[in-house]
C-alpha cells in the first residue's frame, strides 16, 4: 500500500513539474509571438520591449534594434510563415526555442532563440541565431 501511494506521489509530483515546465514554454513562445506580430505591424518600440536589457544596452533605441533585425534577420523580420520546433529548459531560467521560419524570400530558415526569465517574471529575448533550414534534396 505504501508503495502504491508513493508511486501515485511521484506521479503527481511529476505531472506538476512537467506542467510548470509547459507553463514556461508557453510563457516563452509567447514573448516570440508577441515580437513576431510587432515586426509584422512594423512596430519597433514593441517589437524592442520584448528583448532583454542586455540586447537593449547593446541596440540602444528601437530605431536601431529595428536597422539589426531588417539588415541581419531578414526571414524574422518578415516572416511568410513560423512553427515552434524543439525546446530545451535550463536550471538558471533560460529556454532555447528552435523556430521554423519561412522568410520573405520563399526560404525555410531555422532560428534558434534564447529567452530567460526577468527579474519581473516575463521571459525576454537575450539572443537569436539564423541558419537556412536543411532539407531534402536541397
Known amino acids: 500500500m505504501r508503495s502504491l501511494l508513493a508511486a501515485i506521489g511521484f506521479s503527481l509530483a511529476s505531472t506538476a513539474l512537467a506542467q510548470a515546465g509547459d507553463a514556461e514554454v508557453k510563457a516563452a513562445q509567447n514573448t516570440i509571438e508577441m515580437q513576431m506580430d510587432a515586426f509584422r505591424a512594423g512596430d519597433g518600440v514593441r517589437a524592442y520591449s520584448y528583448a532583454a ?8 533605441t528601437p530605431d536601431l534594434f529595428m536597422s539589426m533585425v531588417t539588415n541581419g534577420y ?3 523580420r518578415n516572416p511568410q510563415q513560423y512553427s515552434f520546433g524543439a525546446v530545451e529548459e535550463a536550471a538558471n531560467g533560460t529556454i532555447a ?11 525555410e530558415y531555422e532560428a534558434l532563440y534564447q529567452l530567460q526569465r526577468q527579474p519581473d517574471g516575463m521571459f525576454r529575448i537575450i539572443g537569436v541565431s539564423l541558419k537556412a533550414a536543411n532539407t531534402i534534396g536541397a
Not at 53 to 60: A, S
Not at 97 to 107: A, F, L, N, S, W
Open 53 to 60: 536589457p542586455t540586447i537593449q544596452n547593446i541596440f540602444r
Open 74 to 76: 531578414p526571414p524574422i
Open 97 to 107: 526555442q528552435r523556430v521554423m521560419v519561412t522568410g520573405p524570400d520563399g526560404k
